[in-house]
């Protein structure tokens, strides 16, 4: 994540992947503040064993798109909802990368940083046949909450 200030969106990543009991680093590198450490992040990422990246920003999110200019990694970017403009700063910046180099962007806030979290979770688990089943469970218990939920209105 870009900041400190984004923990309190980018825990809910942390905890779906915690759930799973997939490994993972988690640390602040700014592509602005940072420059140095971002770049020798996203080049040794691949060499390092990582698989995804899951970039959280917010305002002039540029992190996630600075990430994927150095990787052929996948990377989700997560745009953390900004003060000033309610994270449409965020998602904008993050969504609409040139050609070539790509995002897989989610959804502004905690909504987006679980679906970073589900979205690498099914990157990892094209190749994991456990993970697909726990994908599955995952999704199975979703929809019968979902379904109970409902039949309280009865
Ligand atoms: N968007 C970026 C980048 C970056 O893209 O490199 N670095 C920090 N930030 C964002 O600035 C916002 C405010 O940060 P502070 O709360 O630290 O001032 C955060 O949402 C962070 O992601």
Known sequence: ????????????????????????????ISAHRMPAEMFAF???????????????AGGAAHLPGMMA??????????PVQSHALNGLDSLLS????????PVATTAIGTAGA???????????AINNKDLQNELLTFRKKQHDDSVKSGEQLD
């Open 114 to 124: 679980k679906n970073a979290a589900l979205l690498a979770l099914q990157i990892l």
């Open 69 to 78: 200019a150095n990787t052929i990694l996948p990377v989700v970017g997560v």
């Open 1 to 28: 994540m870009g900041s400190i200030s984004d923990w309190e969106t980018m825990k809910e990543t942390a905890l779906i992947l915690d759930q799973f009991q997939v490994e993972y680093t988690k640390d602040v």
């Open 42 to 56: 996203s080049e040794n990422a691949a060499a390092a064993g990582v698989k995804v990246i899951i970039a959280g």
């Open 94 to 101: 993050i969504v609409q990368m040139p050609a070539g180099v």
